[in-house]
Protein backbone atom coordinates (compact mmCIF):
# COMPACT_ATOMS: atom_id res chain seq x y z
CA UNK A 1 0.00 0.00 0.00
CA UNK A 2 3.05 2.42 1.23
CA UNK A 3 6.82 3.14 0.08
CA UNK A 4 8.96 2.34 3.03
CA UNK A 5 12.80 3.77 3.24
CA UNK A 6 14.95 2.36 5.71
CA UNK A 7 18.77 2.67 6.35
CA UNK A 8 20.96 0.64 4.24
CA UNK A 9 21.97 -2.69 5.90
CA UNK A 10 19.39 -1.81 8.76
CA UNK A 11 16.04 -3.60 7.15
CA UNK A 12 14.45 -3.29 10.85
CA UNK A 13 14.41 0.78 10.72
CA UNK A 14 11.69 0.70 7.89
CA UNK A 15 9.25 2.81 7.99
CA UNK A 16 6.48 4.07 6.08
CA UNK A 17 6.78 7.44 4.52
CA UNK A 18 3.40 7.69 2.17
CA UNK A 19 -0.20 7.46 3.75
CA UNK A 20 -2.39 5.85 1.48
CA UNK A 21 -4.94 3.72 3.25
CA UNK A 22 -7.03 2.73 0.56
CA UNK A 23 -5.19 1.91 -2.66
CA UNK A 24 -2.10 0.95 -4.02
CA UNK A 25 0.48 3.79 -5.27
CA UNK A 26 0.26 3.40 -8.71
CA UNK A 27 3.93 4.57 -9.66
CA UNK A 28 6.96 5.65 -7.10
CA UNK A 29 10.52 6.27 -7.49
CA UNK A 30 13.58 8.55 -5.92
CA UNK A 31 13.77 11.71 -6.59
CA UNK A 32 17.22 12.96 -7.71
CA UNK A 33 19.00 13.86 -4.78
CA UNK A 34 17.29 11.51 -2.88
CA UNK A 35 15.35 13.61 -0.41
CA UNK A 36 11.50 12.72 -1.36
CA UNK A 37 9.94 10.02 -2.91
CA UNK A 38 7.99 10.73 -5.87
CA UNK A 39 4.86 8.89 -6.80
CA UNK A 40 1.62 8.82 -8.61
CA UNK A 41 -2.19 8.09 -7.68
CA UNK A 42 -5.49 8.53 -9.50
CA UNK A 43 -9.03 8.55 -7.76
CA UNK A 44 -11.10 4.83 -7.55
CA UNK A 45 -9.15 3.64 -10.51
CA UNK A 46 -9.91 6.44 -13.10
CA UNK A 47 -6.50 6.86 -14.03
CA UNK A 48 -6.52 10.83 -13.42
CA UNK A 49 -3.25 10.96 -11.99
CA UNK A 50 -1.54 13.52 -9.88
CA UNK A 51 1.78 13.53 -9.04
CA UNK A 52 3.05 14.02 -5.21
CA UNK A 53 6.67 14.72 -3.63
CA UNK A 54 6.94 13.30 0.03
CA UNK A 55 9.95 14.83 1.76
CA UNK A 56 11.51 11.16 3.85
CA UNK A 57 12.75 13.73 6.51
CA UNK A 58 9.46 15.10 7.54
CA UNK A 59 6.72 13.47 6.14
CA UNK A 60 5.23 16.51 4.27
CA UNK A 61 3.27 15.48 1.50
CA UNK A 62 2.96 18.28 -1.74
CA UNK A 63 0.49 17.66 -4.56
CA UNK A 64 2.58 18.96 -7.38
CA UNK A 65 -0.33 18.84 -9.80
CA UNK A 66 -3.75 19.80 -8.14
CA UNK A 67 -5.59 19.57 -11.49
CA UNK A 68 -9.29 19.70 -12.24
CA UNK A 69 -10.58 16.40 -11.21
CA UNK A 70 -10.81 15.04 -14.50
CA UNK A 71 -7.01 16.17 -16.02
CA UNK A 72 -4.24 13.69 -15.40
CA UNK A 73 -0.94 14.13 -14.80
CA UNK A 74 2.79 11.77 -15.20
CA UNK A 75 6.06 12.40 -15.10
CA UNK A 76 7.67 12.90 -18.38
CA UNK A 77 11.18 12.46 -17.14
CA UNK A 78 13.69 13.11 -13.45
CA UNK A 79 17.43 12.94 -14.35
CA UNK A 80 20.23 14.35 -12.19
CA UNK A 81 21.90 16.74 -13.70
CA UNK A 82 18.31 18.47 -12.75
CA UNK A 83 17.81 18.03 -9.28
CA UNK A 84 14.97 19.60 -7.55
CA UNK A 85 13.12 19.25 -10.70
CA UNK A 86 10.68 16.69 -12.26
CA UNK A 87 9.83 17.19 -15.45
CA UNK A 88 5.55 16.65 -15.55
CA UNK A 89 3.17 16.23 -18.48
CA UNK A 90 -0.33 17.23 -18.18
CA UNK A 91 -3.00 17.73 -19.99
CA UNK A 92 -5.04 20.21 -17.72
CA UNK A 93 -5.56 22.99 -20.52
CA UNK A 94 -6.49 20.81 -23.01
CA UNK A 95 -7.56 16.64 -22.34
CA UNK A 96 -6.33 15.75 -25.31
CA UNK A 97 -3.03 17.12 -25.34
CA UNK A 98 -0.26 16.57 -22.62
CA UNK A 99 1.92 20.16 -21.81
CA UNK A 100 5.16 20.17 -20.42
CA UNK A 101 6.38 21.40 -16.70
CA UNK A 102 9.17 21.91 -14.85
CA UNK A 103 8.04 21.76 -11.06
CA UNK A 104 10.51 21.96 -7.98
CA UNK A 105 9.49 19.19 -5.89
CA UNK A 106 10.32 21.08 -2.60
CA UNK A 107 8.34 24.35 -3.54
CA UNK A 108 5.74 23.12 -5.62
CA UNK A 109 7.27 26.04 -8.36
CA UNK A 110 6.17 25.32 -12.02
CA UNK A 111 7.51 26.56 -14.93
CA UNK A 112 6.10 25.64 -18.35
CA UNK A 113 8.41 24.35 -20.79
CA UNK A 114 6.31 23.29 -24.05
CA UNK A 115 2.72 23.94 -24.84
CA UNK A 116 1.76 21.34 -27.18
CA UNK A 117 0.17 22.36 -30.42
CA UNK A 118 -1.12 19.03 -31.15
CA UNK A 119 1.49 16.49 -30.63
CA UNK A 120 1.33 12.48 -29.53
CA UNK A 121 4.63 12.55 -27.67
CA UNK A 122 7.53 14.34 -26.55
CA UNK A 123 11.13 13.43 -26.85
CA UNK A 124 13.24 15.16 -24.17
CA UNK A 125 17.33 15.20 -23.37
CA UNK A 126 19.14 15.01 -19.59
CA UNK A 127 18.38 18.69 -19.43
CA UNK A 128 14.45 18.21 -19.80
CA UNK A 129 14.92 20.01 -23.39
CA UNK A 130 11.85 18.93 -25.93
CA UNK A 131 14.24 17.82 -28.61
CA UNK A 132 11.80 15.92 -30.85
CA UNK A 133 7.33 16.10 -30.88
CA UNK A 134 5.76 13.18 -32.53
CA UNK A 135 2.47 12.33 -33.74
CA UNK A 136 0.37 9.51 -35.67
CA UNK A 137 -0.65 9.54 -39.17
CA UNK A 138 -3.96 8.27 -40.20
CA UNK A 139 -3.38 4.56 -41.23
CA UNK A 140 -0.38 4.27 -38.57
CA UNK A 141 2.91 5.36 -39.15
CA UNK A 142 4.51 8.04 -36.57
CA UNK A 143 5.68 11.61 -37.49
CA UNK A 144 8.96 13.06 -35.74
CA UNK A 145 9.55 16.91 -35.84
CA UNK A 146 12.69 18.58 -34.47
CA UNK A 147 12.78 21.61 -32.73
CA UNK A 148 14.96 24.12 -34.64
CA UNK A 149 16.97 27.30 -33.29
CA UNK A 150 13.87 29.74 -33.18
CA UNK A 151 12.16 27.49 -30.87
CA UNK A 152 9.31 25.67 -33.96
CA UNK A 153 9.04 22.49 -35.11
CA UNK A 154 9.89 20.96 -38.47
CA UNK A 155 9.55 17.84 -40.33
CA UNK A 156 12.13 15.27 -39.10
CA UNK A 157 11.84 11.71 -40.24
CA UNK A 158 9.22 9.35 -40.67
CA UNK A 159 8.87 5.62 -38.79
CA UNK A 160 5.87 3.63 -40.89
CA UNK A 161 3.03 1.30 -39.71
CA UNK A 162 4.86 -2.04 -39.77
CA UNK A 163 7.16 -0.49 -37.29
CA UNK A 164 5.27 1.96 -35.42
CA UNK A 165 4.74 -0.45 -32.21
CA UNK A 166 8.08 -1.48 -32.39
CA UNK A 167 10.61 1.48 -32.78
CA UNK A 168 11.00 3.69 -29.75
CA UNK A 169 13.54 6.38 -28.40
CA UNK A 170 14.58 5.35 -25.01
CA UNK A 171 17.15 7.83 -23.97
CA UNK A 172 19.60 10.64 -24.31
CA UNK A 173 23.61 10.25 -23.64
CA UNK A 174 25.05 12.69 -20.81
CA UNK A 175 25.57 15.29 -23.66
CA UNK A 176 22.27 14.75 -25.86
CA UNK A 177 24.72 14.03 -28.63
CA UNK A 178 22.87 10.47 -29.17
CA UNK A 179 19.29 9.40 -28.80
CA UNK A 180 19.51 5.63 -28.32
CA UNK A 181 16.05 3.74 -30.04
CA UNK A 182 14.88 0.11 -29.91
CA UNK A 183 14.40 0.27 -33.53
CA UNK A 184 13.12 -2.75 -35.69
CA UNK A 185 13.46 -0.60 -39.27
CA UNK A 186 14.95 -2.61 -41.48
CA UNK A 187 14.66 -6.00 -39.37
CA UNK A 188 12.28 -8.08 -37.56
CA UNK A 189 13.77 -8.16 -33.93
CA UNK A 190 14.03 -4.76 -32.72
CA UNK A 191 17.94 -3.60 -32.30
CA UNK A 192 19.46 -1.51 -29.67
CA UNK A 193 20.19 1.22 -31.96
CA UNK A 194 22.48 4.93 -31.74
CA UNK A 195 21.36 7.79 -33.62
CA UNK A 196 23.50 10.53 -33.71
CA UNK A 197 22.14 14.12 -33.33
CA UNK A 198 24.02 15.85 -35.53
CA UNK A 199 23.97 13.98 -38.80
CA UNK A 200 20.61 11.19 -37.93
CA UNK A 201 22.66 8.59 -38.75
CA UNK A 202 21.96 5.79 -37.32
CA UNK A 203 24.22 2.32 -35.90
CA UNK A 204 23.34 -1.32 -34.51
CA UNK A 205 24.55 -1.48 -30.74
CA UNK A 206 23.21 -4.94 -30.12
CA UNK A 207 20.73 -7.35 -31.59
CA UNK A 208 18.68 -10.50 -30.34
CA UNK A 209 17.80 -12.93 -33.44
CA UNK A 210 14.36 -14.10 -31.48
CA UNK A 211 13.31 -11.51 -29.65
CA UNK A 212 13.31 -7.38 -29.41
CA UNK A 213 15.84 -5.86 -27.58
CA UNK A 214 13.80 -4.85 -24.04
CA UNK A 215 15.11 -3.24 -21.10
CA UNK A 216 18.20 -1.23 -20.80
CA UNK A 217 20.90 -0.19 -18.09
CA UNK A 218 22.52 3.23 -18.30
CA UNK A 219 25.48 4.43 -16.58
CA UNK A 220 24.97 6.81 -13.91
CA UNK A 221 27.22 9.01 -14.84
CA UNK A 222 27.84 8.89 -18.64
CA UNK A 223 24.04 7.75 -19.47
CA UNK A 224 25.32 5.27 -22.45
CA UNK A 225 23.98 1.78 -22.14
CA UNK A 226 26.26 -0.59 -20.44
CA UNK A 227 23.71 -3.89 -20.50
CA UNK A 228 20.48 -4.65 -22.14
CA UNK A 229 17.67 -7.37 -21.97
CA UNK A 230 16.05 -9.92 -23.86
CA UNK A 231 13.31 -12.43 -23.49
CA UNK A 232 12.34 -15.01 -25.72
CA UNK A 233 11.46 -17.90 -23.29
CA UNK A 234 13.31 -16.67 -20.63
CA UNK A 235 15.15 -12.97 -19.69
CA UNK A 236 18.75 -12.43 -20.07
CA UNK A 237 20.71 -9.62 -19.55
CA UNK A 238 24.17 -9.02 -21.50
CA UNK A 239 26.76 -6.47 -21.85
CA UNK A 240 27.13 -3.71 -24.03
CA UNK A 241 31.19 -3.40 -24.42
CA UNK A 242 33.22 -4.55 -21.46
CA UNK A 243 32.71 -2.37 -18.45
CA UNK A 244 30.15 -4.64 -17.07
CA UNK A 245 31.16 -8.26 -18.09
CA UNK A 246 32.50 -9.01 -14.83
CA UNK A 247 29.43 -8.26 -13.05
CA UNK A 248 26.96 -10.13 -15.12
CA UNK A 249 29.21 -13.22 -14.73
CA UNK A 250 29.32 -12.24 -11.07
CA UNK A 251 25.51 -12.45 -10.49
CA UNK A 252 24.78 -15.37 -12.95
CA UNK A 253 27.01 -17.22 -10.80
CA UNK A 254 25.60 -15.95 -7.12
CA UNK A 255 21.73 -16.52 -8.64
CA UNK A 256 21.73 -19.63 -10.19
CA UNK A 257 18.67 -20.26 -11.98
CA UNK A 258 17.02 -17.14 -11.46
CA UNK A 259 16.43 -14.19 -13.64
CA UNK A 260 17.23 -11.10 -12.64
CA UNK A 261 17.55 -6.98 -13.22
CA UNK A 262 20.08 -4.10 -11.62
CA UNK A 263 16.91 -1.77 -10.93
CA UNK A 264 19.27 1.09 -9.93
CA UNK A 265 23.21 1.97 -9.68
CA UNK A 266 24.34 4.71 -6.65
CA UNK A 267 25.70 8.10 -8.52
CA UNK A 268 29.25 6.80 -8.13
CA UNK A 269 28.42 3.73 -9.68
CA UNK A 270 29.47 1.38 -6.81
CA UNK A 271 26.40 -0.06 -5.14
CA UNK A 272 23.44 -1.92 -7.16
CA UNK A 273 20.22 -2.74 -5.81
CA UNK A 274 19.46 -6.04 -7.96
CA UNK A 275 15.73 -7.81 -8.34
CA UNK A 276 15.39 -11.73 -8.64
CA UNK A 277 12.72 -14.28 -8.75
CA UNK A 278 12.04 -17.52 -10.00
CA UNK A 279 8.52 -19.06 -10.72
CA UNK A 280 8.92 -20.92 -7.34
CA UNK A 281 10.25 -17.93 -5.62
CA UNK A 282 8.99 -14.56 -5.63
CA UNK A 283 11.26 -11.41 -5.44
CA UNK A 284 13.85 -11.14 -3.71
CA UNK A 285 16.37 -7.84 -3.48
CA UNK A 286 20.56 -7.64 -2.96
CA UNK A 287 22.75 -5.03 -2.54
CA UNK A 288 25.75 -5.79 -4.97
CA UNK A 289 28.54 -4.24 -4.24
CA UNK A 290 30.38 -3.89 -7.78
CA UNK A 291 33.75 -2.98 -6.19
CA UNK A 292 34.02 -5.56 -3.79
CA UNK A 293 32.09 -8.36 -5.18
CA UNK A 294 30.04 -8.94 -2.55
CA UNK A 295 25.79 -9.52 -2.52
CA UNK A 296 24.19 -9.42 0.20
CA UNK A 297 19.88 -9.99 0.51
CA UNK A 298 18.02 -6.87 1.49
CA UNK A 299 14.38 -8.38 1.65
CA UNK A 300 11.86 -11.06 0.33
CA UNK A 301 8.89 -9.22 -1.10
CA UNK A 302 6.56 -12.38 -0.13
CA UNK A 303 8.17 -13.75 3.00
CA UNK A 304 5.23 -15.75 4.05
CA UNK A 305 5.07 -17.72 0.82
CA UNK A 306 8.76 -19.44 1.93
CA UNK A 307 6.91 -21.86 4.15
CA UNK A 308 4.89 -23.01 1.03
CA UNK A 309 6.18 -25.06 -2.07
CA UNK A 310 4.93 -23.13 -5.07
CA UNK A 311 5.12 -25.03 -9.02
CA UNK A 312 7.63 -24.81 -11.34
CA UNK A 313 7.01 -22.77 -14.59
CA UNK A 314 7.92 -24.72 -17.86
CA UNK A 315 8.42 -22.35 -21.09
CA UNK A 316 7.26 -24.04 -23.99
CA UNK A 317 6.78 -23.72 -28.19
CA UNK A 318 3.18 -24.09 -29.38
CA UNK A 319 2.75 -24.46 -33.08
CA UNK A 320 -0.11 -22.46 -34.26
CA UNK A 321 -2.05 -23.28 -37.57
CA UNK A 322 -0.44 -21.61 -39.56
CA UNK A 323 3.28 -22.29 -38.67
CA UNK A 324 3.58 -19.65 -35.98
CA UNK A 325 5.34 -20.21 -32.84
CA UNK A 326 3.64 -19.44 -29.82
CA UNK A 327 5.80 -18.61 -26.45
CA UNK A 328 3.89 -20.24 -23.50
CA UNK A 329 4.15 -20.44 -20.15
CA UNK A 330 2.43 -23.72 -17.99
CA UNK A 331 2.17 -25.05 -14.74
CA UNK A 332 1.01 -27.83 -13.46
CA UNK A 333 -0.91 -28.93 -9.77
CA UNK A 334 1.31 -29.99 -7.23
CA UNK A 335 2.18 -33.63 -7.19
CA UNK A 336 0.64 -34.09 -10.84
CA UNK A 337 3.97 -34.48 -12.60
CA UNK A 338 6.53 -36.48 -10.58
CA UNK A 339 8.88 -36.80 -13.41
CA UNK A 340 9.02 -33.15 -13.46
CA UNK A 341 8.88 -33.51 -17.58
CA UNK A 342 5.49 -30.82 -17.82
CA UNK A 343 3.18 -33.40 -18.42
CA UNK A 344 0.65 -34.73 -15.48
CA UNK A 345 0.64 -38.32 -14.58
CA UNK A 346 -2.97 -37.84 -15.64
CA UNK A 347 -5.29 -35.47 -17.23
CA UNK A 348 -6.17 -32.12 -15.15
CA UNK A 349 -8.44 -29.82 -15.59
CA UNK A 350 -7.20 -26.42 -17.24
CA UNK A 351 -7.54 -23.00 -17.06
CA UNK A 352 -6.07 -20.79 -20.32
CA UNK A 353 -5.04 -17.49 -18.43
CA UNK A 354 -4.84 -14.76 -21.46
CA UNK A 355 -2.87 -11.32 -20.96
CA UNK A 356 -4.18 -8.13 -21.53
CA UNK A 357 -2.86 -5.75 -23.75
CA UNK A 358 -2.67 -7.71 -26.17
CA UNK A 359 0.21 -5.39 -27.29
CA UNK A 360 2.38 -7.14 -23.56
CA UNK A 361 3.25 -10.47 -23.22
CA UNK A 362 3.39 -12.87 -21.08
CA UNK A 363 6.99 -14.17 -19.08
CA UNK A 364 9.06 -16.81 -16.74
CA UNK A 365 8.81 -15.95 -13.28
CA UNK A 366 6.43 -15.69 -9.78
CA UNK A 367 3.21 -15.63 -11.06
CA UNK A 368 0.40 -15.29 -8.39
CA UNK A 369 -2.72 -16.30 -10.22
CA UNK A 370 -0.38 -19.24 -11.66
CA UNK A 371 0.35 -20.44 -8.17
CA UNK A 372 -3.28 -19.97 -6.89
CA UNK A 373 -5.32 -22.16 -9.71
CA UNK A 374 -2.35 -24.77 -9.77
CA UNK A 375 -3.07 -25.00 -6.06
CA UNK A 376 -6.95 -25.41 -6.19
CA UNK A 377 -5.83 -28.06 -9.00
CA UNK A 378 -5.57 -27.06 -12.31
CA UNK A 379 -2.90 -26.98 -14.99
CA UNK A 380 -2.70 -23.32 -16.13
CA UNK A 381 -1.51 -22.57 -19.75
CA UNK A 382 -0.76 -18.23 -20.92
CA UNK A 383 -0.01 -18.09 -24.45
CA UNK A 384 1.65 -15.29 -26.35
CA UNK A 385 -1.00 -15.19 -28.91
CA UNK A 386 0.33 -12.92 -32.31
CA UNK A 387 -0.29 -9.41 -31.61
CA UNK A 388 1.94 -9.67 -28.60
CA UNK A 389 5.16 -7.97 -27.97
CA UNK A 390 8.83 -8.34 -27.30
CA UNK A 391 9.06 -11.45 -30.51
CA UNK A 392 9.59 -9.41 -34.00
CA UNK A 393 7.49 -6.64 -35.55
CA UNK A 394 5.86 -9.13 -37.61
CA UNK A 395 4.87 -10.91 -34.63
CA UNK A 396 2.98 -7.88 -33.98
CA UNK A 397 1.50 -7.05 -37.44
CA UNK A 398 0.14 -10.50 -37.49
CA UNK A 399 -2.43 -9.45 -35.74
CA UNK A 400 -3.80 -6.76 -37.82
CA UNK A 401 -7.52 -7.47 -38.27
CA UNK A 402 -7.30 -10.66 -36.51
CA UNK A 403 -9.00 -9.84 -33.37
CA UNK A 404 -11.13 -12.57 -32.71
CA UNK A 405 -10.18 -14.11 -35.78
CA UNK A 406 -6.19 -15.83 -36.40
CA UNK A 407 -5.40 -14.52 -32.72
CA UNK A 408 -7.97 -16.41 -31.14
CA UNK A 409 -6.63 -19.16 -33.21
CA UNK A 410 -3.99 -19.63 -31.45
CA UNK A 411 -5.40 -19.72 -27.90
CA UNK A 412 -7.61 -22.65 -29.20
CA UNK A 413 -4.72 -24.32 -31.16
CA UNK A 414 -2.83 -23.66 -27.61
CA UNK A 415 -5.96 -25.85 -25.83
CA UNK A 416 -5.83 -27.96 -28.05
CA UNK A 417 -2.21 -28.93 -28.16
CA UNK A 418 -2.78 -29.12 -23.87
CA UNK A 419 -5.27 -31.74 -24.83
CA UNK A 420 -3.46 -33.41 -27.84
CA UNK A 421 -0.48 -33.85 -25.30
CA UNK A 422 -2.71 -35.22 -22.73
CA UNK A 423 -2.41 -32.49 -19.90
CA UNK A 424 -6.06 -31.33 -20.14
CA UNK A 425 -9.03 -33.02 -20.31
CA UNK A 426 -11.07 -31.65 -23.71
CA UNK A 427 -14.17 -31.52 -21.14
CA UNK A 428 -12.63 -29.71 -18.42
CA UNK A 429 -10.93 -26.59 -19.72
CA UNK A 430 -11.98 -22.72 -18.77
CA UNK A 431 -11.17 -19.52 -20.02
CA UNK A 432 -9.95 -16.52 -17.86
CA UNK A 433 -8.38 -12.76 -18.25
CA UNK A 434 -8.83 -9.49 -17.75
CA UNK A 435 -8.48 -6.34 -20.75
CA UNK A 436 -8.06 -8.31 -23.77
CA UNK A 437 -8.13 -11.43 -21.98
CA UNK A 438 -11.34 -10.87 -20.93
CA UNK A 439 -12.29 -9.72 -24.64
CA UNK A 440 -10.65 -13.41 -25.29
CA UNK A 441 -12.83 -14.80 -23.24
CA UNK A 442 -16.01 -13.54 -24.61
CA UNK A 443 -14.77 -14.92 -28.01
CA UNK A 444 -13.89 -17.84 -26.76
CA UNK A 445 -17.95 -18.23 -24.96
CA UNK A 446 -19.42 -16.78 -28.05
CA UNK A 447 -16.90 -18.25 -31.27
CA UNK A 448 -16.21 -21.38 -29.60
CA UNK A 449 -18.58 -22.17 -27.81
CA UNK A 450 -17.92 -26.13 -27.77
CA UNK A 451 -14.19 -25.90 -26.56
CA UNK A 452 -14.43 -23.62 -22.58
CA UNK A 453 -16.76 -25.47 -19.69
CA UNK A 454 -16.78 -21.30 -18.83
CA UNK A 455 -14.72 -18.47 -18.83
CA UNK A 456 -13.98 -15.61 -16.45
CA UNK A 457 -13.95 -11.83 -18.32
CA UNK A 458 -12.39 -9.61 -15.86
CA UNK A 459 -12.97 -5.79 -17.74
CA UNK A 460 -13.39 -7.18 -21.02
CA UNK A 461 -15.01 -5.31 -24.25
CA UNK A 462 -17.85 -6.71 -25.57
CA UNK A 463 -18.59 -4.28 -27.97
CA UNK A 464 -15.66 -2.96 -29.93
CA UNK A 465 -17.39 -0.24 -31.50
CA UNK A 466 -18.71 1.40 -28.21
CA UNK A 467 -15.37 0.38 -26.48
CA UNK A 468 -13.69 2.55 -28.97
CA UNK A 469 -15.53 5.71 -28.93
CA UNK A 470 -15.77 5.54 -25.05
CA UNK A 471 -12.15 5.70 -25.18
CA UNK A 472 -10.89 9.09 -22.60
CA UNK A 473 -9.91 11.96 -24.62
CA UNK A 474 -5.82 11.30 -24.27
CA UNK A 475 -6.01 8.55 -26.40
CA UNK A 476 -7.48 10.23 -29.06
CA UNK A 477 -3.59 10.92 -30.45
CA UNK A 478 -2.43 7.61 -30.23
CA UNK A 479 -5.48 5.44 -31.37
CA UNK A 480 -4.04 5.24 -35.30
CA UNK A 481 -1.13 2.81 -34.79
CA UNK A 482 -3.11 0.45 -31.99
CA UNK A 483 -6.75 0.40 -32.05
CA UNK A 484 -7.85 1.59 -35.43
CA UNK A 485 -5.03 0.06 -37.46
CA UNK A 486 -5.79 -3.42 -35.75
CA UNK A 487 -9.49 -3.55 -35.41
CA UNK A 488 -11.01 -0.62 -37.75
CA UNK A 489 -12.28 3.20 -37.25
CA UNK A 490 -15.93 2.86 -36.02
CA UNK A 491 -16.25 6.39 -37.62
CA UNK A 492 -15.52 4.22 -41.00
CA UNK A 493 -18.62 2.92 -42.49
CA UNK A 494 -16.53 0.13 -44.15
CA UNK A 495 -14.72 -0.94 -41.09
CA UNK A 496 -17.89 -0.96 -39.20
CA UNK A 497 -18.97 -3.98 -40.50
CA UNK A 498 -15.90 -5.94 -39.33
CA UNK A 499 -15.82 -4.35 -36.02
CA UNK A 500 -19.62 -5.48 -35.27
CA UNK A 501 -18.63 -8.94 -36.27
CA UNK A 502 -15.51 -9.04 -34.56
CA UNK A 503 -17.46 -8.33 -31.18
CA UNK A 504 -19.13 -10.97 -28.88
CA UNK A 505 -22.05 -8.66 -28.50
CA UNK A 506 -23.35 -9.66 -31.60
CA UNK A 507 -23.15 -13.66 -31.03
CA UNK A 508 -24.91 -13.97 -27.45
CA UNK A 509 -26.98 -16.49 -28.69
CA UNK A 510 -24.08 -19.21 -29.36
CA UNK A 511 -22.90 -18.70 -25.10
CA UNK A 512 -23.66 -22.06 -23.67
CA UNK A 513 -21.37 -21.74 -20.93
CA UNK A 514 -21.53 -20.14 -17.78
CA UNK A 515 -19.68 -16.94 -17.44
CA UNK A 516 -18.28 -14.47 -14.78
CA UNK A 517 -17.86 -10.85 -15.01
CA UNK A 518 -15.80 -8.46 -13.10
CA UNK A 519 -16.13 -5.08 -13.84
CA UNK A 520 -14.39 -1.89 -12.24
CA UNK A 521 -16.70 1.18 -11.54
CA UNK A 522 -14.67 3.83 -12.72
CA UNK A 523 -12.78 2.51 -15.54
CA UNK A 524 -11.54 4.51 -18.35
CA UNK A 525 -10.24 2.43 -20.67
CA UNK A 526 -12.98 -0.64 -20.69
CA UNK A 527 -16.21 1.43 -19.09
CA UNK A 528 -18.83 -0.25 -17.07
CA UNK A 529 -21.03 -0.12 -20.38
CA UNK A 530 -19.22 -2.72 -21.58
CA UNK A 531 -19.88 -5.39 -19.07
CA UNK A 532 -23.68 -3.79 -18.48
CA UNK A 533 -24.35 -4.44 -22.14
CA UNK A 534 -23.17 -8.15 -22.31
CA UNK A 535 -25.17 -8.84 -19.19
CA UNK A 536 -28.55 -7.33 -20.26
CA UNK A 537 -28.39 -9.26 -23.57
CA UNK A 538 -27.57 -12.77 -21.41
CA UNK A 539 -30.14 -11.97 -18.94
CA UNK A 540 -32.77 -11.46 -21.72
CA UNK A 541 -31.96 -14.93 -23.69
CA UNK A 542 -31.58 -16.25 -19.68
CA UNK A 543 -28.23 -17.42 -20.22
CA UNK A 544 -26.12 -18.01 -16.58
CA UNK A 545 -23.91 -15.02 -15.89
CA UNK A 546 -22.23 -13.84 -12.75
CA UNK A 547 -21.62 -10.07 -12.78
CA UNK A 548 -19.92 -8.38 -10.14
CA UNK A 549 -18.58 -4.64 -9.76
CA UNK A 550 -16.88 -2.72 -7.39
CA UNK A 551 -17.40 1.03 -7.60
CA UNK A 552 -14.10 1.96 -6.12
CA UNK A 553 -11.76 0.17 -8.64
CA UNK A 554 -10.83 0.96 -12.60
CA UNK A 555 -9.10 -1.04 -15.05
CA UNK A 556 -8.55 -4.24 -12.70
CA UNK A 557 -8.62 -4.52 -8.88
CA UNK A 558 -6.02 -3.11 -6.94
CA UNK A 559 -7.41 -2.46 -3.79
CA UNK A 560 -6.55 -5.85 -1.41
CA UNK A 561 -9.83 -6.52 -0.04
CA UNK A 562 -11.33 -5.96 -3.62
CA UNK A 563 -8.69 -9.00 -5.08
CA UNK A 564 -9.56 -10.99 -2.14
CA UNK A 565 -13.32 -10.80 -2.72
CA UNK A 566 -12.88 -11.67 -6.43
CA UNK A 567 -10.55 -14.16 -6.43
CA UNK A 568 -12.91 -16.19 -3.67
CA UNK A 569 -15.49 -15.82 -6.15
CA UNK A 570 -13.71 -16.91 -8.86
CA UNK A 571 -12.60 -20.16 -7.34
CA UNK A 572 -16.03 -21.33 -5.96
CA UNK A 573 -17.11 -20.24 -9.81
CA UNK A 574 -14.48 -22.61 -11.35
CA UNK A 575 -14.97 -24.99 -9.24
CA UNK A 576 -18.63 -25.44 -10.29
CA UNK A 577 -17.18 -26.57 -13.89
CA UNK A 578 -14.03 -27.35 -13.45
CA UNK A 579 -14.25 -29.62 -9.96
CA UNK A 580 -11.03 -28.13 -8.57
CA UNK A 581 -10.58 -27.29 -4.84
CA UNK A 582 -12.12 -24.14 -3.47
CA UNK A 583 -12.24 -22.30 -0.32
CA UNK A 584 -15.40 -21.46 1.49
CA UNK A 585 -15.83 -17.43 1.22
CA UNK A 586 -16.34 -16.86 5.00
CA UNK A 587 -15.11 -12.98 5.62
CA UNK A 588 -13.17 -12.86 2.35
CA UNK A 589 -15.84 -9.92 1.64
CA UNK A 590 -14.97 -8.16 4.92
CA UNK A 591 -14.14 -3.89 3.72
CA UNK A 592 -14.52 -5.13 0.07
CA UNK A 593 -16.93 -2.55 -2.24
CA UNK A 594 -18.10 -6.12 -4.14
CA UNK A 595 -21.47 -5.51 -5.87
CA UNK A 596 -22.88 -8.64 -7.19
CA UNK A 597 -25.44 -7.20 -9.61
CA UNK A 598 -26.51 -10.87 -11.08
CA UNK A 599 -25.97 -14.69 -10.42
CA UNK A 600 -25.19 -15.20 -6.60
CA UNK A 601 -26.70 -18.60 -6.77
CA UNK A 602 -23.99 -19.56 -9.76
CA UNK A 603 -21.11 -19.54 -7.40
CA UNK A 604 -21.39 -21.85 -3.77
CA UNK A 605 -21.76 -19.46 -0.83
CA UNK A 606 -21.68 -16.07 -2.68
CA UNK A 607 -25.80 -16.04 -2.40
CA UNK A 608 -25.49 -16.41 1.19
CA UNK A 609 -22.11 -13.47 1.63
CA UNK A 610 -24.02 -11.04 0.29
CA UNK A 611 -26.94 -11.18 2.50
CA UNK A 612 -24.72 -10.27 5.37
CA UNK A 613 -23.16 -7.28 3.59
CA UNK A 614 -24.48 -4.19 2.20
CA UNK A 615 -24.09 -4.93 -1.50
CA UNK A 616 -26.80 -5.05 -4.27
CA UNK A 617 -27.61 -8.21 -5.82
CA UNK A 618 -29.90 -9.71 -8.14
Known amino acids: MNVWVAPVGDMNAARAVTKETRRPLAQYFWAPDGSHILYLQDEGGNENFHVHAVDIATGADRDLTPVAKDARAFVQSVSRLRPDTVLIGLNDRDRRLVDLHEINYRTGDKKLVAQNPGYAGWVVDRQFRPVFASRQKAGGGTEFFRRTADGKWAPAFSIEADDAQTTNPVGFNREGTSLYWVDSRGRDTAALKRMNLATGASEVVATHDKADIGGLLFDPQTYEPIAYNANYLRSEWMPVGTSAVADFAFLKQQLPGAEFTITSITDDGRRAVVAANAAEAPTAFYLYDRQARTLNKMFDTRPDLAQYDLQPMHPVVIPARDGKQLVSYLTLPPGSDPDADGVPNRRVPMVLYVHGGPWSRDAYGFNSAHQW ?246
Request: net charge negative; proline share 6%.
Open 373 to 618: LANRGYAVLSVNYRGSTGFGKGFVNAAVGEWSGKMHDDLVDAARWAIDRRIADREEVAIMGGSYGGYATLVGLTFTPELFECGVDIVGPSNLKTLMESFPAYWRPTLANTFYRHIGDPADPQALARIMAQSPITRVDRIKAPLLIGQGGNDPRVVKAESDQIVEAMRAKRLPVTYVNYPDEGHGFLRPENRLSFFAISEGFLSQCLGGRYEPIGEDFAGSSLQVLEGAQHVPGLAQAIGSTNSGSR
